[in-house]
């Protein structure tokens, strides 16, 4: 009987507390972020003629020469939302150095005597970034304006239009949306097509 007195209110604590904290909290506060954020909370989703392309919150790989290239991932087997994570390879690691030699040497061929953004050969904590540092992005520009026959200068300009200032005026750094990036670079080439 005494038994039974202890695990009645044990069972409807637990009853209780999962029914608050895993129903209703959560509802709550996808109700509220609904409303303050909703883009953020619906996944800063892109569309494009009616169909989504990307998202402005999560990487995605660009390999073609005429776009601009996003970080390394480590997620998975690469961009992989679902297996989201860093390689977990610490600064000794012979694997960790041998992927950024590769890494920076292929960039290398591409704009040479210049010297290559850290975060072209490294992949983020998450690997899914959807940004680049400006100095990543002006790395590229040189390829890309070639590939795309525009001037360096016009191919600067929407680097700068798309460079996003720290949050806040002193949160984090100064970064580059690569998505949106191409998606202004193909806008300009649509318009220029006769």
């Known amino acids: ?60 790989p660009f390999t073609g020469a005429s776009y601009f290239h996003s970080r390394p991932s480590a997620a998975g087997t690469g961009y992989d939302a679902t297996a989201s994570g860093g390689t977990n390879l610490g600064p000794t690691s012979q694997k960790l150095f041998d992927s950024v030699k590769a890494a920076a040497d292929s960039l290398a061929d591409e704009n040479p005597n210049t010297p290559i953004p850290i975060d072209l050969v490294t992949s983020s904590a998450s690997g899914l ?30 680097v700068r239009e798309h460079t996003e200032g720290r949050q806040l005026g002193l949160l984090g750094e100064p970064r580059v949306n690569v998505l949106e990036l191409n998606l202004a670079l193909d806008q300009i080439a649509r318009v220029r097509r006769p």
């Open 1 to 60: 009987m005494n038994l039974l007195k202890q695990i009645y209110p044990a069972v409807a604590i637990t009853v209780v507390l999962t029914v608050l904290l895993g129903i209703v909290y959560p509802l709550v506060i996808t109700g509220v972020a609904q409303v303050i954020f909703p883009s953020q909370a619906g996944g800063g989703l892109i569309q494009k003629d009616g169909k989504v392309i990307g998202s402005r919150l999560i990487g995605q």
């Open 129 to 158: 970034d959807p940004h680049i540092t400006p100095a990543a992005a002006e790395f590229q520009v040189p390829r890309v304006a070639r590939e795309r026959g525009l001037s360096e200068g016009e191919v600067r300009r929407l």
